[in-house]
């Protein structure tokens, strides 16, 4: 038995010092093996690109500001003024004379009207409480048409002798102060006549002008043989610039002649109705009213 041991114990050095002794060339073979290519990786996809963010509007406008090159209008009204002959010249100054005028009589007569309707509540609020009609007249503007029709009334009321004594009174008195009412609205409607005018006959005016440019247009086209747009830009643009302006001219001056109207149409229901007052207390106290200076 103890021989048997030994035997199985030697037996496992032996095979501990094979084990041992093959271990470290195994791994120096391993060690020396070939290496393997390396296998190409698969080339990764690409992250997606993030969207810019977006250009502020006021970028966007600098930039094209920037970029924008400012072109001069060859068509233009300087242009058309420049190269209009005569008649052209002459069609556009109207234009510009009737647009002119039309401005100037609206606003004017906005300002008397607005100027009548403050000086018809200072006469509605003093002049019946005055203690006499001559002395509620002096109480009011020189320029007052209420005071004027007021003169007029005790004027009529200090001259009806003589001849005017045969007609009756309150004819005399009714006559007297319906003709200055009848000049205080002859001096309301001063300049509506124009805007009338101007309303009917600027759009013909431009017609004018765009048959003018018009005839230029074929002029041009029969010169060069061939209707090229530069040819007959010029030409029929002056033709609807003046279209236009005809068209710029007339619309205010008719809305502004209806309008006007419309406010001279109160202006005077106001006046007619003082009048109407005054006649009643001229005739119920006629000797109230001072004779009229000689």
């Known amino acids: 038995m103890p021989k048997m041991n030994r035997l199985a114990a030697l037996a496992t050095v032996v095979l501990f010092a094979l084990a041992s002794a093959m271990v470290p060339h195994a791994v120096q073979a391993q060690a020396q093996q070939p290496t393997a290519p390396p296998v190409p990786a698969t080339p990764a996809t690409p992250p997606p690109t993030a969207t810019p963010p977006a250009t502020p509007p006021t970028a966007k406008a600098a930039e094209s500001g920037r970029s924008t090159e400012i072109v001069d209008n060859p068509y233009g009204l300087e242009a058309m003024w420049k190269g209009g002959d005569i008649v052209a010249r002459i069609t556009l100054g109207i234009l510009v004379v009737m647009s002119m005028g039309t401005w100037y009589i609206i606003i004017t007569k906005v300002y008397e009207q607005s100027k009548m309707n403050a000086q018809a509540r200072k006469a509605e609020k003093t002049f019946w409480r005055a203690p006499s009609v001559r002395q509620g007249a002096e109480g009011l503007k020189s320029s007052s048409p209420f005071r ?118 109160t202006a005077m229901d106001r006046v007619r109705g003082f009048g109407a007052d005054l006649h009643a207390v001229l005739l119920s106290a006629p000797k109230s009213a001072t004779p009229a200076r000689a």
Do not use: C
């Not at 009412?181 to 005016?205: E, H, K, Y």
């Open 148 to 265: 004027f029709i007021a003169e007029s009334g005790l004027e009529a009321s200090g001259t009806h002798t003589g001849l005017l004594g045969n007609v009756d009174l309150n004819t005399w008195i009714s006559m007297s102060i319906q003709r200055a009412i009848d000049n205080v609205q002859s001096r309301m409607q001063d300049g509506l006549a124009f805007l009338a005018t101007v309303g009917s006959t600027a759009p013909f005016v431009g017609l004018f002008g765009t048959v003018w440019g018009i005839y230029h247009a074929l002029t041009a086209i029969g010169i060069a043989g061939q209707a090229s747009i530069d040819k007959v830009a010029g030409p029929v643009g002056e033709a609807l610039i003046m279209t236009a302006l005809g068209l710029a001219v007339a619309v205010p001056a008719v809305l502004g002649y209806n309008w006007l109207i419309r406010r001279n149409k």
